[in-house]
Nanobody, 118 residues
Framework: QVQLVESGGGLVQAGGSLRLSCVASGSIFTFNTMAWYRQAPGKQRELVAAITNGGSTNYADSVKGRFTISRDNAKNTVNLQMNSLKPEDTAVYYC????????????WGQGTQVTVSS
């Protein structure tokens, strides 16, 4: 049973920083892609940043230059360093992991709240 457990959310003032971490367990395969998504109240869940097991990254335009995604394949962890936070970054942030073995399996964490006050 694959489990993703996030940590690091909280309340921060605009301009501040937070670091989210996600630890994945239960998979005997290396995750092809690990990512962070977020969902604000009344909005659809959106991709924030993704990273492949080779280290290639992809960011939403709204976070480019402010957020940095990283991963440690040996520890099955993915982190999201968030700097220069804005009130519009307020959302529940979800860790996501995908592994392709014959077909693609997708896993989600339970989410962690990030609130940025103005």
């Amino acid at each position: 049973q694959v489990q993703l457990v996030e940590s690091g959310g909280g309340l921060v003032q605009a301009g501040g920083s937070l670091r989210l971490s996600c630890v994945a367990s239960g998979s005997i395969f290396t995750f092809n892609t690990m990512a962070w998504y977020r969902q604000a109240p009344g909005k659809q869940r959106e991709l924030v940043a993704a990273i492949t097991n080779g280290g290639s990254t992809n960011y939403a335009d709204s976070v480019k230059g402010r957020f940095t995604i990283s991963r440690d394949n040996a520890k099955n962890t993915v982190n999201l360093q968030m700097n220069s936070l804005k009130p519009e970054d307020t959302a529940v942030y979800y860790c996501n992991a995908q592994v392709a073995v014959i077909r693609t399996y997708t896993y989600w964490g339970q989410g962690t709240q990030v609130t940025v006050s103005s």
